[in-house]
């Protein structure tokens, strides 16, 4: 039973770039939420998909979109990168919205230079 | 806003002594409680869980207690050993909210 898988593992991006995380959810799982975790930090809540649309969203800028596929994998992207963007990106999927388990994925380390 | 304030930041004890993390919530629709532990450079994992209508939950050597008067939940590690040193954290969340909020995270380091 495949867990939540991610990718690319690291990622190294310069001011201004954008860049596309992915994610994988747990076998029979259809919704993914998406976290930034600064060092030191807790993970903060970016947003969340379920039926391929983005059911809630943290504070975060409009710069951060994600998108959710038929087969439940999801993608976020970041426009125009600023440092403080440096951090873990991580993502947890459940057994729907009303599940409310989530299990997280190895994450994707950015770095913003 | 939602909050959820996590003491101590860094716990030392030594091996075979018991740990207790403490977590406070400001939300009081909050019925969910998970708690995750976060080793170097590696994903948070579930450890343990509990809903708000328990009062407590046990799995070996961890346990979580629930306090909804005081909107206060605790992790017990009991008989620790230096595998149990990570991160922790705690997180509340209320079915239909789709977010958790997480603690800042408590340091646990168990001396051999």
């Known amino acids: 039973d495949a867990g939540v898988t991610q990718s690319p593992t690291h990622l190294i991006k310069t001011r201004g770039q954008q860049v596309t995380l992915r994610c994988s959810p747990k076998s029979g799982h259809d919704t993914v939420s998406w976290y930034q975790q600064a060092l030191g930090q807790g993970p903060q809540f970016i947003f969340q998909y379920y039926e391929e649309e983005e059911r809630q969203r943290g504070n975060f800028p409009d710069r951060f979109s994600g998108h959710q596929f038929p087969n439940y994998s999801s993608e976020l992207n970041v426009n125009a990168l600023l440092l403080g963007d440096s951090a873990l990106y991580l993502c947890?999927?459940?057994?729907?919205?009303?599940?409310?388990?989530?299990?997280f994925g190895p994450g994707t380390r950015l770095t913003v230079l | 806003g939602e909050n959820v304030e996590q003491h101590p930041s860094t716990l030392s004890v030594q091996e075979g002594d018991s740990a207790v993390i403490k977590c406070t919530y400001s939300d009081s629709a909050s019925n969910y409680f998970p708690w995750y532990k976060q080793e170097l450079g590696k994903r948070p994992q579930l450890i343990i869980d509990i809903r708000s209508n328990v009062g407590e939950k046990k799995d070996q050597r961890i346990a979580v207690t629930l306090n909804k008067t005081a909107k206060h939940f605790s992790l017990h590690i009991t008989e620790t050993q230096p595998e149990d040193s990570a991160v922790y954290f705690c997180?509340?969340?209320?079915?239909?909210?789709?977010?958790?909020?997480f603690g800042t995270g408590t340091r646990l380091k168990v001396l051999a």
């Open positions: 997180a509340a969340s209320t079915t239909g909210t789709y977010k958790y909020i």
């Open positions: 947890a999927s459940s057994l729907d919205w009303k599940g409310d388990t989530q299990y």
